[in-house]
């Protein structure tokens, strides 16, 4: 492993003694050489495989063919190998069983009179023209040697087709940009509660019923109190010929689909088509048209297992591959709790609590799929109550569930939320389209290390690979899907391939922003977020305000104006830190199209210390200023300026250093009533000389309308003629939820920005 290491670094700096656009590979081999000189491919040349070459080398050719093709290169023939040809200048596609390199790995010999491609398996000779297909600009190889295998197995993206469905198409497309990159797993979601996707024919109600919804939720979840919807229908499903056509792409790919059917959480749709699944069959099961976790699950009576197992057998029938994905997560206990049957099934069957009965559930589905010849994977809350005998575990409430199950003996899928998630966001919420949630940049997703490092080398063979997922409640379209996917995706691509060792950012940033053109060639709407500037505070020896900005872009230049006109090449360059001497928003872009606009508010409690008379429940801001940091809070899709104080009051003291003069003293609130986020009652301010005597106080009620969007709410004292060292601020918490809202009687929360002292 260690010389697998070395070739790898020096790989990376032969790709710098090379013209641009050379070799721009993601995932990276794992074993590289760059070579002087190019490879031609033109109307002459030949895709040539040995005699008697069975179909599925003859497939692999036939797709490659066609990729070129559709690169706007030369119609490739194929052809068996002859004397007449070995001489001349063609790419060999050869099995040679006697390679060592597994099912997916290859050797590939690029030189300017041949290319020769060598695996095990068609697999992975497929693998080694999907190194060719990036490699190719305007119908020229460079010249390499290569010699690659993957790192993990499990190589995945999940797409969510159930909260926004997506065409066949478009399906389609995203598998062959899996494939492009050597990802080998393609998870589809096929059902939820807002939809289900699949047709079964034993149950025309489900899609019938089940893939359509009358509505859908406007804005972000907890945007509007009360909630807004569309009024416009969503509905769709694959056939089962649909399935067929997609299952048989992605086989020409070397894709395996893991096909997904939520039990036993995630059941509207299902319940809304046949109601007498549930525990309370009476009660009015409807597609839900907002997002969310429901009480509404599979009662796990004979009926419903009955029903399932006539649903896997259907989908068994279709999809080939060894897993079916049988969810697992997020399984609400209430309805069991509350319902006779299940209590005295859980008596009858001495199973301790509803946990014990969701492990009952999930393993006599795991038995059935067993007798099938199928393999179960599940969410990581399969785990609670006893796992299935022989189930994976995919381990996404962050890495505790993977490891716990390695330990267990348990293969598993690493996909944890602050890693894996693409529908968090990856820029700037206050500029970016509407996500769910989170903050999930490029860097930070190639950072991620699967392997857990608290696992022994025995438990580390557990884990199967890593995998990124893609909920669509945000992502209506396919252009917002390939938005929030690509490039992130590609970065899970080369951490799931390349070998365990050191990994680097700039390098992989450089050969990315090569390699985009192909993604453009394929009119993928990925995100440009590689070219972001972004802005950091700090304070220089003097005490000055000074601001720092960074790009992951290692190669660009940085162009910036203060005074409040558009930025260009002819503006001052950034070549450290900007230091600013008044409230300024300050502009700047990058020659490959990065922007940033930010405002730098400066004022007397710039960078002053404060402290709470009871910190805020798992606050420890106080400790890094946030509250005093000069940036103001932008959106309530953003929570990273804000500081959120739960079921309290707030009574805070800053520290401005000496008396001073003081006029005014401002701050911000946020009002998000669906989440329950009440702004305060009141709000007092105080100014004090020496921190024990505090007069001058202003208390000021803030006011809103409890009904509509969420909001960024104003707070301001005017003292005019002021003097003090210490500001005292105390907000009143609003208590709990009004009778009418989801959360009725739970304590509420708020929140605040910068406090600004001028």
Same mark, same amino acid.
């Given at each position: 492993?260690?010389?697998?290491?070395?070739?790898?670094?020096?790989?990376?700096?032969?790709?710098?003694?090379?013209?641009?656009?050379?070799?721009?590979?993601?995932?990276?081999?794992?074993?590289?050489?760059?070579?002087?000189?190019?490879?031609?491919?033109?109307?002459?040349?030949?895709?040539?495989?040995?005699?008697?070459?069975?179909?599925?080398?003859?497939?692999?050719?036939?797709?490659?063919?066609?990729? *070129?093709?559709?690169?706007?290169?030369?119609?490739?023939?194929?052809?068996?190998?002859?004397?007449?040809?070995?001489?001349?200048?063609? &790419?060999?596609?050869?099995?040679?069983?006697?390679?060592?390199?597994?099912?997916?790995?290859?050797?590939?010999?690029?030189?300017?009179?041949?290319?020769?491609?060598?695996?095990?398996?068609?697999?992975?000779?497929?693998?080694?023209?999907?190194?060719?297909?990036?490699?190719?600009?305007?119908?020229r190889l460079p010249a390499c040697q290569i010699t690659d295998k993957p790192r993990f197995g499990h190589r995945g993206l999940m797409l969510d087709v159930s909260r926004h469905f997506m065409p066949v198409s478009f399906v389609k497309k995203f &598998?062959?940009?899996?494939?492009?990159?050597?990802?080998?797993?393609?998870?589809?979601?096929?059902?939820?509660?807002?939809?289900?996707?699949?047709?079964?024919?034993?149950?025309?109600?489900?899609?019938?019923?089940?893939?359509?919804?009358?509505?859908?939720? *406007?804005?972000?979840?907890?945007?509007?109190?009360?909630?807004?919807?569309?009024?416009?229908?969503?509905?769709?499903?694959?056939?089962?010929?649909?399935?067929?056509?997609?299952?048989?792409?992605?086989?020409?790919?070397?894709?395996?689909?893991?096909?997904? &059917?939520?039990?036993?959480?995630?059941?509207?749709?299902?319940?809304?088509?046949?109601?007498?699944?549930?525990?309370?069959?009476?009660?009015?099961?409807?597609?839900?048209?907002?997002?969310?976790?429901?009480?509404?699950?599979?009662?796990?009576?004979?009926?419903?297992?009955?029903?399932?197992?006539?649903?896997?057998?259907?989908? *068994?029938?279709?999809?080939?591959?060894?897993?079916?994905?049988?969810?697992?997560?997020?399984?609400?206990?209430?309805?069991?709790?509350?319902?006779?049957?299940?209590?005295?099934?859980?008596?009858?069957? #001495?199973?301790?609590?509803?946990?014990?009965?969701?492990?009952?559930?999930?393993?006599?589905?795991?038995?059935?799929?067993?007798?099938?010849?199928?393999?179960?994977?599940?969410?990581?809350?399969?785990?609670?109550?006893?796992?299935?005998?022989?189930?994976?575990?995919?381990?996404?409430?962050?890495?505790?569930?993977?490891?716990?199950?390695?330990?267990? #003996?348990?293969?598993?899928?690493?996909?944890?939320?602050?890693?894996?998630?693409?529908?968090?966001?990856?820029?700037?919420?206050a500029t970016e389209p509407l996500a769910i949630g989170g903050y999930l940049p490029l860097d930070k997703v190639y950072a991620y290390e699967p392997m857990p490092a608290e696992l022994t080398a025995e438990q580390q063979k557990y884990i199967l690979?890593?995998?990124?997922?893609?909920?669509?409640?945000?992502?209506?379209?396919?252009?917002?899907?390939?938005?929030?996917?690509?490039?992130?995706?590609?970065?899970?691509?080369?951490?799931?391939?390349?070998?365990?060792?050191?990994?680097?950012?700039?390098?992989?940033?450089?050969?990315?922003?090569?390699?985009?053109?192909?993604?453009?060639?394929?009119?993928?709407?990925?995100?440009?977020?590689?070219?972001? &500037?972004?802005?950091?505070?700090?304070?220089?020896?003097?005490?000055?305000?000074?601001?720092?900005?960074?790009?992951?872009?290692?190669?660009?230049?940085?162009?910036?104006?203060?005074?409040?006109?558009?930025?260009?090449?002819?503006?001052?360059?950034?070549?450290?830190?900007?230091?600013?001497?008044?409230?300024?928003?300050?502009?700047?872009?990058?020659?490959?199209?990065?922007?940033?606009?930010?405002?730098?508010?400066?004022?007397?409690?710039?960078?002053?210390?404060?402290?709470?008379?009871?910190?805020?429940?798992?606050?420890?801001?106080?400790?890094?200023?946030?509250?005093?940091?000069?940036?103001?809070?932008?959106?309530?899709?953003?929570?990273?300026?804000?500081?959120?104080?739960?079921?309290?009051?707030?009574?805070?003291?800053?520290?401005?250093?000496?008396?001073?003069? *003081?006029?005014?003293?401002?701050?911000?609130?946020?009002?998000?009533?669906?989440?329950?986020?009440?702004?305060?009652?009141?709000?007092?301010?105080?100014?004090?000389?020496?921190?024990?005597?505090?007069?001058?106080?202003?208390?000021?009620?803030?006011?809103?309308?409890?009904?509509?969007?969420?909001?960024?709410?104003?707070?301001?004292?005017?003292?005019?003629?002021?003097?003090?060292?210490?500001?005292?601020?105390?907000?009143?918490?609003?208590?709990?939820?009004?009778?009418?809202?989801?959360?009725?009687?739970?304590?509420?929360?708020?929140?605040?920005?910068?406090?600004?002292?001028?």
């Amino acid at each position: 492993m260690k010389y697998l290491i070395g070739l790898l670094l020096l790989s990376f700096a032969a790709i710098g003694q090379q013209p641009e656009n050379q070799y721009n590979l993601i995932p990276f081999p794992a074993r590289f050489a760059g070579q002087d000189g190019q490879f031609s491919i033109t109307s002459t040349t030949r895709l040539v495989t040995a005699p008697g070459t069975d179909a599925g080398v003859r497939a692999v050719a036939q797709t490659f063919a066609s990729q *070129v093709k559709a690169a706007n290169g030369p119609t490739l023939s194929l052809a068996a190998a002859s004397p007449a040809l070995a001489k001349g200048a063609h &790419i060999f596609l050869t099995i040679n069983k006697k390679l060592t390199l597994g099912d997916e790995g290859y050797k590939l010999t690029i030189a300017p009179n041949k290319v020769t491609a060598e695996a095990a398996t068609p697999r992975g000779l497929f693998y080694a023209t999907q190194t060719l297909r990036q490699l190719l600009t305007d119908n020229r190889l460079p010249a390499c040697q290569i010699t690659d295998k993957p790192r993990f197995g499990h190589r995945g993206l999940m797409l969510d087709v159930s909260r926004h469905f997506m065409p066949v198409s478009f399906v389609k497309k995203f &598998i062959d940009l899996m494939a492009m990159h050597k990802q080998n797993t393609f998870h589809w979601h096929l059902t939820d509660d807002q939809g289900w996707r699949i047709e079964i024919k034993k149950y025309p109600k489900l899609t019938q019923i089940g893939s359509q919804r009358p509505e859908t939720l *406007v804005g972000q979840f907890y945007q509007n109190y009360p909630m807004q919807y569309d009024g416009k229908p969503h509905g769709g499903f694959y056939t089962q010929n649909d399935i067929r056509e997609v299952v048989r792409y992605a086989q020409s790919r070397f894709v395996t689909i893991v096909p997904e &059917i939520e039990m036993p959480g995630h059941a509207r749709a299902a319940l809304a088509a046949y109601p007498e699944l549930g525990c309370e069959p009476t009660k009015g099961y409807t597609v839900a048209t907002h997002w969310g976790v429901f009480d509404d699950v599979f009662c796990p009576s004979e009926k419903t297992f009955t029903f399932l197992q006539d649903v896997l057998t259907e989908v *068994v029938a279709l999809f080939p591959g060894k897993y079916v994905h049988i969810g697992g997560d997020e399984c609400l206990k209430t309805a069991w709790k509350q319902s006779a049957f299940c209590q005295e099934l859980m008596k009858k069957n #001495k199973l301790r609590d509803e946990n014990e009965l969701q492990s009952y559930f999930i393993r006599r589905m795991e038995k059935f799929l067993n007798s099938k010849g199928r393999s179960i994977i599940g969410w990581d809350e399969i785990l609670e109550g006893g796992v299935a005998p022989n189930a994976t575990i995919m381990s996404w409430r962050g890495t505790a569930g993977g490891i716990a199950a390695a330990k267990q #003996k348990h293969t598993v899928i690493m996909t944890p939320t602050d890693n894996c998630y693409l529908d968090y966001y990856q820029g700037n919420p206050a500029t970016e389209p509407l996500a769910i949630g989170g903050y999930l940049p490029l860097d930070k997703v190639y950072a991620y290390e699967p392997m857990p490092a608290e696992l022994t080398a025995e438990q580390q063979k557990y884990i199967l690979g890593v995998q990124g997922n893609i909920w669509t409640e945000y992502m209506p379209t396919p252009e917002s899907v390939e938005y929030m996917v690509w490039p992130r995706a590609l970065a899970l691509a080369e951490i799931g391939w390349m070998p365990a060792g050191p990994r680097n950012f700039e390098d992989f940033a450089m050969r990315l922003k090569n390699h985009l053109p192909k993604l453009d060639a394929s009119r993928v709407n990925y995100a440009k977020r590689l070219f972001d &500037i972004s802005a950091q505070t700090q304070a220089n020896e003097q005490g000055q305000v000074q601001v720092k900005l960074t790009k992951l872009d290692a190669d660009s230049r940085i162009f910036f104006t203060t005074n409040g006109k558009e930025p260009s090449e002819k503006s001052s360059e950034y070549s450290g830190p900007i230091t600013l001497t008044k409230t300024t928003t300050l502009r700047a872009i990058t020659q490959t199209g990065g922007r940033l606009t930010q405002t730098f508010t400066l004022h007397k409690a710039k960078n002053k210390p404060y402290t709470y008379a009871t910190a805020p429940q798992g606050d420890a801001t106080a400790n890094n200023l946030k509250l005093t940091d000069g940036v103001r809070g932008e959106t309530p899709r953003d929570r990273r300026q804000w500081v959120s104080v739960y079921g309290t009051d707030l009574d805070l003291t800053l520290d401005l250093g000496e008396v001073t003069s *003081v006029s005014k003293v401002s701050l911000n609130f946020l009002k998000i009533i669906l989440e329950g986020g009440f702004p305060p009652t009141s709000v007092e301010v105080a100014l004090s000389r020496d921190g024990q005597d505090f007069k001058e106080a202003i208390a000021q009620p803030v006011t809103y309308e409890l009904n509509g969007p969420w909001s960024i709410l104003p707070v301001v004292a005017d003292f005019r003629t002021g003097r003090a060292r210490y500001v005292r601020i105390r907000a009143k918490n609003a208590g709990v939820c009004p009778a009418g809202h989801p959360s009725e009687g739970k304590k509420t929360w708020f929140a605040t920005d910068e406090i600004v002292v001028e």
